[in-house]
């Protein structure tokens, strides 16, 4: 499980808009949680932050309890990421890669066999492991990140719109593992701008525009609060999105 306790983040330290404004939420053990928002929303600026890659102005972060600006070593043993630009070691063949990762995290030489051939399996990797990731397409080369985050069997499985480049086969297969690693009592996160998925799958999920959370809760909470008959996810994210837009202009005229 993982708490973002109060994070902000702002890139322009002139500019009264911050692009994460006191985020706060919590992601459960067992669950799948969608998070939602438009293009600049702050979703990828709360992930990197998460993950470590930037550091809050203020707020922490934690994951499995370890704090990842205290305790970065033990938070990052925690989780494994998988960016929306798979644009990594392009000079590396893909099994390099993959035991590059599985030496980081320590994997014996038996374990790391078994996953590596398991998830290159799975999204049918198996036949270019030999090749270099330079001649990968870009599905390809999300498909070897999945495969490289999924070897190391995460607690918290973090992912910035995995779904984009894939192909409808593999796109099934990621949902198979999502709810495969929920149903094991971990966490899955990631952010999507694809409704339908969020929809079907997600068991909480988090809307956020201009950098604060408007919307934290299940399918059934959002409907019953903020929903009308018959209204699907998008429908409702739209509204919600194009209301706290209006609040958010308004606000700042007083």
């Not at 500019?15 to 702050?42: C, H, M, R, W, Y």
């Not at 079907?200 to 408007?214: A, R, S, T």
Request: charged letters at 25%.
């Amino acid at each position: 499980m993982f708490e973002i306790q109060n994070v902000s983040k702002n890139y322009n330290k002139g500019s009264g808009q911050k692009a994460v404004d006191s985020l706060s939420l919590t992601v459960n053990n067992g669950e799948i949680f969608g998070f939602l928002g438009p293009n600049g929303a702050g979703k990828t600026t709360a992930i990197k932050m998460l993950t470590g890659i930037l550091s809050p102005d203020e707020g922490d972060l934690l994951l499995d309890g370890f704090s990842i600006i205290n305790r970065p070593i033990a938070a990052k043993r925690t989780f494994a990421f998988v960016p929306d630009n798979p644009e990594t070691f392009s000079r590396l063949k893909a099994i390099e890669y993959l035991n590059f990762i599985a030496d980081v995290y320590k994997l014996s030489k038996q374990e790391r066999t078994n996953q590596i051939e398991l998830y290159c399996s799975r999204f049918g990797l198996m036949g270019v492991l030999g090749n270099k990731i330079s001649s990968f397409s870009h599905g390809m080369k999300q498909k070897l990140f999945l495969i490289a985050s999924l070897i190391t069997n995460p607690n918290n499985w973090i992912l910035d719109e995995p779904m984009v480049g894939l192909d409808p086969e593999a796109a099934f297969t990621i949902k198979e593992i999502m709810r495969e690693r929920a149903a094991e009592g971990k966490t899955v996160f990631f952010s999507t701008h694809v409704m339908e998925v969020a929809e079907k799958l997600c068991n909480k999920i988090g809307i956020i525009n201009q950098g604060k959370l408007i919307f934290t809760g299940s399918l059934e909470e959002l409907k019953e609060k903020h929903g009308d008959e018959g209204q699907s996810l998008e429908d409702i994210f739209l509204k919600l999105v194009a209301s706290s837009a209006v609040e958010s202009r308004d606000g700042g005229a007083d």
